[in-house]
């Protein structure tokens, strides 16, 4: 059998709603999912040879949390197999006692200790299965939380840049898949080693009683197993084309019921054309269902019926052996019962096997998922950091993200200098973001050298690096926990220090705050959960601002840190970074309102990603046409403020810049 077919995505046409929202189809591309999906390419054989693997890696897994409950699994499953086949052979003894000659009573009397035998097996039997099942109760959610945390423990270690890729992120969707399926995987497992089992006991018995018995029994079960793992293999290639689009509606569904896009919903009237795509999408989606249940079921028809067609053979077949006098009538009688017996067994077994094909493929894509996270996972290790900063620096630093071509940072060389405020400023897409994230070791340079503390960070070690670095970005993550742990979180390796968390607060002019809060730092900040309250954008920036302190790293990159605090709070907050650098933390900081760089040390121009001026700001503002002069005036302007160049600039607040002089463009 050679790799699916991808009709899955060309046939179903992409919906109005798909283009307008996402701009095009959002299916995986066949080249990708062959090059990058090795189950799907199997052929059936391979596949078979690949089931012993597939249970093997349950079982491992398994095996390291719990030794104890998989033996007593596999100690009541085998049981169970051994129960099947004693009990067979008891039937049949009890098919030849009434089969023989002689008068009822008498026959009766002596199919009694098979009777009794018969009896037995099938209590131990239900016995075993209690067993069974109670073991794998307690082995599933281990194994499950064992994978899962292992997929998440990878995956925070990636370098943003490969998170940012967008064929790491597919694979990261279908290794998300490959977390549930380790449960499913170990009960299926267990099911399919229990009708495994039961089979070849049957096998056994039929082949104890005549080899070609045996024979019939493979030949009904052969098609059965190939329907199923087609199938499976045609639900898998389904999901994977269809893994973006499944996405793209979880984001419109999730969209709809957020809180933050509320507003919008209901006064734009969003929520009606959301809601319309919605419905759009997710009836593509219904195409896609629908052309797969006519393949599964025409897949199962065949199956079934190249196994209905074996079973008539082996019927006739038996119907030969048993007029040539080749078996007896009990021996015909107990394979009659096999074989019926063995064919309940065989519909699990079917069933089984194809949802066991079906997420080992998961399985896989989990496994493959933290296999490329672990690739490129930040390196642990390396060249150790002196504390604290004591000079970063920058040389011909350029920048390229992942998938795009343009540089976001071209040749910049600049220093920072040790506690002092440094302001980055420019346009919208100028890069003072990307810099800032580079100088936080988040993305190392595509060309040039950034040190720290004279150490190149491509051989830092950037565990220590992270470690001298706090961050309050502009979209800061508003952790949807208490206030406490909202602060907590920024230093969450250390353990929780109150009298830190007060003084962050207080220092982030954030504990009146948590002051109004139901329940002060124990409060819930999401709405729509117990104790759950809802805090303003302002409020919430101050939090923010908490955690970035209560780190007490020190640099301190501040991205827009007052963009929703009003002006005395602003005012304030600008104040308290100067504070910070009276205390030895570095700050360096990104922001438009040009009236707080005036009071930075230094100042960094950039123009679409170039360092077109550096100084102070009277330094800057003496240059006539400059850039950072003209935002200055610009804004200024806005205010109705006179905004000629101050005081003769201080040289003592510049320092370690690699160019003396201001550069402007
Ligand atoms: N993750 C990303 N992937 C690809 N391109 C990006 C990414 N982030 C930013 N860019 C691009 O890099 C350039 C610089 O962006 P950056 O966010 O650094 O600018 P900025 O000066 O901080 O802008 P703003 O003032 O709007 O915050 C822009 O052209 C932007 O589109």
């Known amino acids: 059998m050679t790799a699916i077919k991808w009709r899955t995505s060309r046939a179903i046409p992409v919906s109005a709603s798909e283009l307008l929202l996402f701009g095009g189809a959002l299916r995986c591309d066949a080249p990708f999912a062959n090059r990058e999906r090795p189950l799907l390419r199997l052929t059936f054989r391979s596949m078979a040879r690949q089931f012993p693997a597939m249970v093997g890696t349950?079982?491992?897994?398994?095996?390291?949390?719990?030794?104890?409950?998989?033996?007593?699994?596999?100690?009541?499953?085998?049981?169970?197999?051994?129960?099947?086949?004693?009990?067979?052979?008891?039937?049949?003894?009890?098919?030849?006692?009434?089969f023989a000659a002689g008068p009822t009573p008498e026959r009766i009397h002596r199919a009694v200790p098979a009777l009794l035998a018969v009896t037995a097996v099938t209590a131990a039997s239900a016995l075993l299965a209690s067993v069974s099942v109670a073991a794998a109760g307690q082995l599933e959610p281990k194994v499950e939380r064992v994978c899962t945390a292992r997929f998440y423990r990878t995956a925070v270690r990636v370098e943003l840049a490969t998170l940012e890729n967008k064929d790491f992120h597919r694979k990261l969707d279908a290794g998300r898949f490959g977390t549930d399926s380790v449960r499913m995987m170990l009960g299926s497992s267990v099911l399919v080693v229990n009708a495994l089992i039961g089979l070849v006991s049957a096998a056994g018995v039929l082949a104890l009683l005549h080899p070609s018995l045996m024979f019939m029994l493979l030949l009904i079960a052969a098609p059965k197993g190939w329907g199923a793992v087609v199938s499976a293999r045609r639900q898998y290639a389904s999901r994977h084309a269809w893994i973006e689009h499944r996405r793209a509606i979880s984001v419109i569904t999730s969209t709809l019921t957020s809180q933050d896009s509320a507003a919008e919903i209901r006064v734009h009237g969003a929520g009606r054309m959301l809601v319309d795509a919605y419905d759009d999408m997710a009836a593509t989606m219904e195409k896609e269902q629908q052309r797969l249940a006519r393949a599964q079921a025409a897949t199962q028809s065949a199956s079934s019926a190249l196994s209905g067609l074996a079973a008539v053979a082996a019927y006739g077949v038996l119907w030969l052996l048993l007029a040539s006098g080749g078996v007896p009538?009990?021996?015909?009688?107990?394979?009659?019962?096999?074989?019926?017996?063995?064919?309940?067994?065989?519909?699990?077994?079917?069933?089984?096997?194809?949802?066991?094909?079906?997420?080992?493929?998961y399985l896989s894509d989990l496994e493959d998922a933290?296999?490329?996270?672990?690739?490129?996972?930040?390196?642990?290790?390396?060249?150790?950091?002196?504390?604290?900063?004591?000079?970063?620096?920058?040389?011909?630093?350029?920048?390229?993200?992942?998938?795009?071509?343009?540089?976001?940072?071209?040749?910049?060389?600049?220093?920072?200098?040790?506690?002092k405020v440094v302001a980055l400023v420019g346009a919208n897409g100028s890069g003072k973001t990307t810099l800032s994230k580079l100088v936080a070791g988040l993305y190392l340079p595509t060309s040039g050298c950034l040190s720290w503390n004279g150490v190149d960070v491509r051989e830092a070690d950037r565990d220590q690096l992270f470690d001298q670095v706090a961050v309050l970005s502009q979209d800061f993550p508003r952790w949807p926990m208490t206030a406490r742990?909202?602060?907590?979180?920024?230093?969450?390796?250390?353990?929780?220090?109150?009298?830190?968390?007060?003084?962050?607060?207080?220092?982030?002019?954030?504990?009146?705050?948590?002051?109004?809060?139901?329940?002060?730092?124990?409060?819930?900040?999401?709405?729509?959960?117990?104790?759950?309250?809802?805090?303003?954008?302002?409020?919430?920036?101050?939090?923010?601002?908490?955690?970035?302190?209560?780190?007490?790293?020190?640099?301190?990159?501040?991205?827009?840190?007052?963009?929703?605090?009003?002006?005395?709070?602003?005012?304030?907050?600008?104040?308290?970074?100067?504070?910070?650098?009276?205390?030895?933390?570095?700050?360096?900081?990104?922001?438009?309102?040009?009236a707080a760089t005036a009071t930075a040390d230094l100042i960094y121009v950039l123009d679409r990603g170039h360092l077109v001026g550096e100084g102070t700001h009277e330094e800057l503002m003496a240059v006539e046409g400059g850039l950072y002069r003209s935002m200055y005036e610009l804004q200024a302007a806005q205010y109705g403020i006179e905004s000629a160049p101050r005081s003769v600039p201080d040289p003592a607040r510049r320092n370690g810049s690699p160019h003396a002089q201001p550069a402007q463009a």
């Not at 604290?388 to 600049?414: H, M, N, Q």
């Not at 920036?541 to 501040?558: E, N």
């Open 485 to 594: 742990a909202n602060v907590h979180i920024g230093r969450s390796a250390q353990p929780l220090d109150q009298d830190l968390i007060d003084r962050a607060a207080a220092d982030a002019d954030a504990t009146d705050v948590v002051k109004s809060l139901p329940h002060q730092w124990d409060s819930l900040v999401i709405k729509g959960f117990e104790r759950g309250t809802q805090i303003s954008g302002g409020q919430w920036q101050r939090l923010g601002s908490a955690r970035a302190r209560y780190r007490r790293a020190p640099l301190l990159i501040v991205d827009e840190p007052t963009s929703a605090l009003d002006p005395k709070a602003e005012a304030e907050a600008f104040q308290s970074l100067r504070t910070l650098t009276d205390e030895g933390t570095t700050v360096l900081l990104i922001t438009h309102r040009l």
């Open 329 to 361: 009538l009990a021996v015909a009688g107990t394979a009659v019962i096999a074989v019926r017996a063995s064919g309940a067994g065989l519909t699990s077994l079917v069933m089984q096997i194809n949802r066991l094909y079906e997420e080992a493929m």
């Open 58 to 98: 349950v079982a491992k897994a398994a095996w390291r949390e719990d030794p104890a409950a998989l033996l007593t699994l596999l100690g009541a499953e085998l049981g169970q197999g051994g129960a099947r086949a004693f009990g067979l052979v008891a039937t049949n003894q009890v098919l030849v006692a009434l």
């Open 370 to 419: 933290c296999r490329t996270a672990e690739r490129h996972a930040i390196p642990s290790g390396g060249t150790p950091l002196a504390a604290g900063v004591r000079e970063i620096r920058l040389e011909k630093v350029s920048f390229v993200y992942p998938d795009t071509t343009a540089p976001a940072l071209y040749e910049v060389s600049l220093a920072i200098p040790p506690g």
